[in-house]
Every structure is written in C-alpha cells, then in structure tokens.
C-alpha cells in the first residue's frame, strides 16, 4: 500500500476514491471538512474524532463514518495508519448512510477489500474489474453495523461545558449532584434536562465517556488494570465486563489481536 495525498481527490468524478496514511502518535488535526463523506478506517492505532454533537473513538481495526461537510477535528493515538474512503455524497445517500457521525464495525471481507482498493487509481474504469470492487467496497460499508463508541455532547451550555470537564478527566467518581452542581441546576432539572438533551441518562453517557478514555489508553499500550483503576472502575473484571458487552471480547484480547 502507497500513501496518497488525499486533496486531489474531492472532485474525482468517481463515486469512492480509497487513500492510505500513516500519522504520529499524539498528531492532531484542528477542525476542518471534506465535500464527501469520510469512512476513515484505522488499521493500526486509535482514531479520536470531536464535532460540537460529541466525540468518537475508533479502536484499530474499527471505522468511523464522518459525512460530508460535517465539520470535526482529529486526534492519533498510533502511530496511526488510515486508510480512507471518500464517498460522493450521492453515492453515500443511495447506500443509506447516516447523516451524523458513526463508528462502525470493519468486517474481514472489508479490510480486504479496502487494501487492495489503495493501489487502485483514482480514475478507475467504472465498468472494469477496479470498478466492481469499489461497487462491493461501497455495499459492504454500507452493510456494517455500527457500535455505541461515542458520548453526545448536549447544546445547553451549562450542559456542555459540565460534559467537556468530565471528558477532559473522565472517571466514574463523577456524580449526579456534582455535574448539576458546575451546571448550576439542581438535580432533578439536570437529570431531566440531561436525558432530553442527550438521548441518554447521565449514568449511561458517563460510562461511555470513560470506556472511550480507556480505548485511548489501552491503544496506548496501558495495562487494564491501571486503566479501570483510574477511571474509577470497581475492579478490572467489572471493566471488562463493560468492554466485552460493547466490543465483544475482553479488552486484553482485543487489543492483543488488533496487534497481529
């Protein structure tokens, strides 16, 4: 696979064009949007995405669909090798993509074929054999099921910047009575306003605030132990219990297989 430039290619008259890169760890993009949509797919390492609704995080071997015009920034926790499918916004809507961000399951036939897509030209014959590989590359991501790997950021602003202080430190010790506390409510009007504003209750969105710290941490090469004490687990089998119901295998093993 050969690294490719990504900015010729936003008004390829194709409907996907595939690209590979390899960033450094800790290396940050600032906000910034494409005219087609992103499935950003990280072959090694841990992807962070952050939009004004909330953050993603994509663990190796997992994907993010960003759609078009959708303004996000970008965070490596690597090194880092993308490999991105940028999808005209026509083709997105015939396959039924969603309109907002979404981490999504990769399967093998997938990986496959976003591999041999790389050396595939931008200017492929629609027709030919590189065509229908994009065609199936194209069905095949629409087909991936998505994994609840984000925590929504509500647009109250007291709300809002209570949240953001939690992510900045994240950890289960964060109660109801202290996040309505910064945002100057009290709890019942939090909870309530909470759960509207987010979709979820406050319980619910902090767990996920954390296991996305901790898909940071552990792509990071953290052991599960430090990573479910600091974050305020009871024990690292009550985390990884919580990792296994979202991810499907105990973090110890899934991290361990993404580096095979």
Known sequence: MHPTDIDPYENTPRD??????????????????????????AASGVISVFTEQGNWVVPPQRAIWVPADVPHAMQMSGPVLMLNTYVRVRAANRLGLPGQCQVLEVSELLRQLLIRAVDIPPRYAPQGIQGQLM????????????????????????????????????????TIDEMARRAGMSRRTFTRLFRQQTGVSFVQWRQQACLLAAVVRLGNGQPVTRVATDLGYSSPSAFSGVFRKVLGQAPSRYFAQARD
């Open 16 to 41: 996907a064009v595939v690209t590979a890169t390899h960033y450094q760890d800790g290396q940050h993009f600032g906000e910034h949007r494409h005219r087609r949509g992103q499935f950003a797919y």
């Open 135 to 174: 065609n199936l590359l194209l069905h095949e991501i629409g087909a991936m099921v998505a994994l609840p790997l984000n925590a929504p950021l509500p647009a109250e602003p007291r709300l809002m910047k209570a949240c953001r202080a939690l992510l900045e430190q994240p950890s289960l010790e964060w």
